[in-house]
């Protein structure tokens, strides 16, 4: 099935209308939307060619063979649900994807604020804040006289929805935050900035400097799949290095107290269409046959949402380019030497930490696990694959 996408997407890059025809026509047939795993997946993947097919296709006969596909297969635009703040907690906790990198995060963050009376903490998150309630959780039953927690978090300023999307105002789950750390004892200021990783958080990183001088205080980066959504390499040049590293290099002359970067482990930078389709189908894999294991009847709504958000992060990466691509994940390796290269040490994970995420892969379905590589990097594996890695810096 990988190599006939690889074909499909060669005959669409070429505009060959006749053989893109024939081999929509193949998969179409062996890869139905409602098969298993790999059918599934694959089913995605071709949807995603269509899409870009019906974009970027100079030939008027590809796109109109696109959406002739389209139509005969019901196969209908990706509709994104809006999630409310208990169904996206349900959501996420539904497998250890974001729930790792929560507890590895979590335990680094513990660890460096101790002694602190004040933590201001930086959240810049896919997942809307979710995990913030197990941290003020946390704080609570370890400190008898808990930090005030200032949260700060970056908004986006265009119209983009990237799934998992919140119905619900970042103003409002604010509260509902403050609201439950009051409810536990902790005190909490939260507030929402403005920025994007379009012009990597530049008005964050102006925000977070001005108010470092001000206030004396522990400073908390918690990176949670957000930072592969900042430009790669590829756009650097001599004179303007990667927005990455320079991202990375701003948060480093703040002096940051600890900075957490938890990502998948999956190269997705590749300019080039069939290398970056190999690298996908090779690592959404995993999402796919994972849920038959956590929701296996086909007609849940949870299992359709959590395939809808992989197939939309599936579509981005195949049908889409230039800033309008922001699933441009790169893998561990690669995250490690960017932070070595920005000054950065990396702080060791302690044996609770381990123990702790250990007992949460617990509460799921055999077939996931845990590795320690290079001593200081955690990594979430489903059947021996890496899928997140988890990582925490200090200044060097």
Not at 95 to 103: D, K
Not at 131 to 154: G, H, N, W, Y
Not at 276 to 290: E, G, K
Request: with cysteine; charged share 20%.
């Amino acid at each position: 099935m990988e190599q006939l996408l690889v074909h499909c997407a060669n005959a669409i890059q070429s505009n060959d209308a006749t053989l893109a025809q024939q081999i929509l026509w193949v998969l179409n047939n062996i890869a139905p939307p409602d098969g298993d795993s790999n059918q599934r997946l694959t089913c995605a993947f071709l949807r995603a060619l269509v899409a870009r097919a019906a974009k970027t296709g100079t030939c008027k006969i590809l796109a109109t063979t696109a959406a002739r596909y389209c139509y005969n297969n019901n196969l209908l635009p990706l509709s994104t649900h809006r999630f409310s703040a208990i169904e996206l907690a349900t959501f996420v906790d539904l497998t250890p994807w974001h729930r790792f990198g929560f507890t590895a995060a979590n335990a680094a963050i513990l660890d460096s604020i101790e002694g602190y009376s004040s933590v201001h903490l930086v959240d810049l998150t896919s997942t809307h804040c979710m995990q913030i309630p197990t941290l003020i959780d946390a704080v609570a039953s370890r400190f008898e006289s808990p930090p005030l927690i200032k949260l700060t978090v970056a908004a986006p300023t265009d119209s983009s929805l990237r799934p998992p999307v919140l119905d619900l105002s970042y103003e409002e789950l604010g509260s509902k935050l403050v609201n439950f750390a009051r409810s536990r004892n902790v005190a909490m200021e939260f507030r929402v900035i403005p920025s994007t990783h379009s012009d990597g958080f530049s008005t964050l990183i102006d925000h977070l400097r001005i108010h470092h001088l001000l206030y004396p205080e522990a400073l908390v980066i918690n990176c949670h799949m957000m930072l592969h959504y900042i430009e790669d390499e590829s756009t650097a040049t001599i004179a303007s290095p990667s927005p990455r590293d320079a991202f990375l290099k701003s948060i480093r002359s703040l002096e940051p107290t600890v900075v957490v970067v938890v990502d998948e482990d999956v190269e997705l930078t590749a300019g080039n269409l069939v290398c970056r389709l190999r690298s996908a189908f090779n690592y959404f894999w995993i999402p796919f046959d994972a849920v038959d294991a956590f929701l296996p009847a086909a007609g849940s709504k949870q299992r359709q949402w959590y395939e809808a958000e992989v197939c939309w992060r599936i579509e981005n990466v195949i049908a889409q380019e230039g800033m309008q691509r922001v699933e441009r994940a790169e893998g561990k390796a690669r995250w490690v030497q960017r932070m070595r290269n920005a000054a950065f040490r990396e702080a060791a994970f302690g044996e609770d930490c381990v123990a702790e995420v250990r007992g949460m892969l617990g509460e799921h379905a055999a077939g996931w696990g845990l590795k320690k590589e290079e001593e200081d990097q955690l990594v979430l594996t489903w059947k021996g694959h890496n899928v997140v890695f988890a990582t925490a810096w200090v200044p060097a």
